[in-house]
T-cell receptor, first 115, second 115 residues
Framework: EPEVTQTPSHQVTQMGQEVILRCVPI?????FYWYRQILGQKVEFLVS????????KSEIFDDQFSVERPDGSNFTLKIRSTKLEDSAMYFC?????????????FGAGSRLTVL | AQKVTQAQTEISVVEKEDVTLDCVYE???????LFWYKQPPSGELVFLIR??????QNEISGRYSWNFQKSTSSFNFTITASQVVDSAVYFC????????????FGTGTSLTVIP
């Protein structure tokens, strides 16, 4: 079964440091997403990415965040200067193109702890 | 605005009991998709079902069944003869049909099945 792979599974960082979370989406998928889940809360949309550009982003996705698809397989989320409130589980997801294809396949998540 | 409400935050049942998880949604779209995802203790999000807004037929998959009622904007999920492995957080989600970019998740229902 194809899957979305995320690394690292857990990262601990100091406040103010830059963090890059990596994702390898399913190979024939064209839409990519990052979602965030603060501990015990709901899963929140951050950003969607299609055709090498951001197609939609939420209010959470401010200037501290950026996404990139540097090499045609990886999809990264960068947090420039982490804050305590960035501590959360970050989920990458991807989906195929086409009508009826909007089932998101999620990765296992990257837990970020900011100290 | 899109909104998903899961009023039950935590449910405990004894193994082999049936349990229903409620989901109520709001949307102005006439065409949309509804989803259920399972988040086991390991943290990943596992897709369970997608339902198109035009398809109100109930669905059964093994011990799982889903009741979609457009008239009450509800998409409830029933587990029959619950098992310990069903213990997880279950999220209901809504997405618009055409772009499907954003998934709107409910706050989740934490199900504990007691042996």
């Amino acid at each position: 079964e194809p899957e979305v792979t995320q690394t690292p599974s857990h990262q601990v960082t100091q406040m103010g440091q830059e963090v890059i979370l990596r994702c390898v989406p399913i190979s024939n998928h064209l839409y990519f997403y990052w979602y965030r889940q603060i501990l015990g809360q709901k899963v929140e949309f951050l950003v969607s990415f299609y055709n090498n550009e951001i197609s939609e982003k939420s209010e959470i996705f401010d200037d501290q965040f950026s996404v990139e698809r540097p090499d045609g397989s990886n999809f990264t989320l960068k947090i420039r200067s982490t804050k305590l409130e960035d501590s959360a589980m970050y989920f990458c997801a991807s989906r195929a193109q086409g009508a009826g294809a909007n089932v998101l396949t999620f990765g296992a998540g990257s837990r970020l702890t900011v100290l | 605005a899109q909104k998903v409400t899961q009023a039950q935050t935590e449910i405990s049942v004894v193994e082999k009991e049936d349990v229903t998880l409620d989901c109520v949604y709001e949307t102005r779209d006439t065409t949309y998709y509804l989803f259920w995802y399972k988040q086991p203790p390991s943290g990943e999000l596992v897709f369970l079902i997608r339902r198109n807004s035009f398809d109100e037929q109930n669905e059964i998959s093994g011990r799982y069944s889903w009741n979609f009622q457009k008239s009450t904007s509800s998409f409830n999920f029933t587990i029959t003869a619950s098992q310990v492995v069903d213990s997880a957080v279950y999220f209901c989600a809504l997405s618009e049909a055409y772009t499907g970019n954003q998934f709107y998740f409910g706050t989740g229902t934490s199900l504990t099945v007691i042996p």
